[in-house]
């Protein structure tokens, strides 16, 4: 059972025990009241109404300042009063409902898809303004109302400020008198006594360790993650660009003509062009007696035919080739070859088909023409 204690002898009583309340006259003549925890209130003085003339008199607030030095008011964890907290941490990522490490160059903070902390994500368009947001109100309410959530708990909407006991934090007998400059946060005093206005970590997002320390020349400007992921940089986002190589202002407007052509700097290192890269591939001839009797090694892709001393290739380059050349292993002595080089001769040259210029090509080739020994083997360099 609760306990009251009614004291009349202007005598102030010990605190009662928890959930009592003391009622005591002093030597004033008024009326007091005095909870378990020592807190003392005037009770029924004056013609006005009566409410708390302290923080810690409030019933949704912390009822000591006793170890809160330095600590903000925060709302509980349930949603239903306020907490004394430790100060917030000095670095975005040291966030407890922040991302530990930063994401890649380029990308944005935002509420995360559970709607409990914040993430990096790819930029994208979004309003400027409150009032342009989704899932707020798109007027703004009357002068003094507070932001909250609505009643269905899927957006905010603003409401007329609370009513009972003091009217504004600043006549709070507890409270700063005036209030502070922009950006500041309410914590406890050194003395543990009272609120004071206080700025944390530098007072702005520009102050932070791992943030831009300016907003100059950056009007309209966004958050990304800076080029190295180790902090916070403001860019200028604009929408649209080039969707094709081609279309890029310094980049070769068309393939046309260009199969297997590379991408190089220009002459004038002023944008891209379009260039050929010489190709060279190799295969090998197995001989037998004095005509190729298998090829060997080719690229992929490739295929190959023999006639007599007619070898056929067939390829998937897409040009005709430029060039041939052999290098026959030779005996010069017992124990010792020699790769020798050779080029095709007016009588054992090098053809391709009107046809098919860019995939097939042929050649007479003999055991003389590359010289290689009989029954021996050659190399065949093909050039583009």
């Not at 010990?14 to 959930?19: A, D, F, K, Q, V």
């Not at 912390?62 to 330095?70: I, K």
């Amino acid at each position: 059972m609760s306990e009251l204690i009614l004291t009349m002898n202007q005598v102030v009583p010990n605190p009662p025990s928890t959930g009592g309340v003391s009622l005591y006259a002093k030597t004033d003549g008024k009326l007091y009241s005095q909870n378990a925890l020592g807190v003392e209130t005037l009770v029924g003085s004056g013609s006005g109404g009566s409410g708390a003339t302290t923080f810690i008199q409030l019933t949704d607030a912390p009822q000591s300042y006793a170890n809160a030095n330095g600590k903000y008011v925060t709302v509980n964890s349930t949603g239903t009063g306020l907490v004394f907290s430790s100060p917030p941490t000095q670095s975005f990522i040291n966030l407890s409902d922040a991302p530990h490490a930063y994401g890649t160059a380029g990308q944005l903070v935002a509420i995360d898809s559970a709607g409990t902390g914040l993430t990096f994500v790819n930029a994208s368009s979004g309003s400027a303004t409150f009032t342009g947001l989704t899932d707020v109100p798109h007027t703004y309410g009357t002068a003094g109302q507070y932001v909250v959530i609505n009643s269905t708990a899927d957006g905010l909407t603003f409401t007329n400020a609370p009513s009972g006991g003091s009217s504004s934090f600043i006549t709070l007998t507890d409270a700063p008198h005036v209030y502070g400059t922009a950006g500041q946060v309410v914590t406890v005093n050194s003395t543990g006594n009272g609120l004071i206005f206080s700025t944390p970590f530098g007072g702005s997002f520009t102050t932070l360790t791992d943030a831009p320390h300016s907003y100059t020349g950056k009007a309209g400007y966004t958050v990304q993650v800076n080029s190295t992921a180790t902090g916070l940089t403001l860019v200028k986002v604009t929408s649209g660009g080039a969707t094709t190589f081609t279309s890029l202002t310094d980049a070769p407007q068309s393939y046309l003509g260009y199969a297997n052509n590379v991408v190089a700097v220009n002459s004038t290192a002023s944008g891209l062009t379009f260039t050929t890269v010489p190709l060279k591939f190799e295969f090998t001839i197995t001989f037998g007696a004095s005509n190729p009797s298998t090829i060997s090694n080719l690229p992929n892709g490739w295929s190959s035919s023999i006639a007599g001393s007619v070898v056929t290739i067939t390829h998937n380059v897409g040009t005709p080739p430029a060039g041939i050349a052999y290098f026959g292993l030779n005996t010069i002595s017992p124990g010792t070859q020699v790769w020798r080089y050779r080029l095709p001769s007016a009588v054992n040259e090098l053809n391709y088909p009107s046809t098919s210029v860019g995939t097939q090509f042929s050649f007479t080739v003999s055991t003389s023409v590359v010289a290689c020994d009989s029954n021996g083997t050659a190399r065949v360099v093909v050039n583009f």
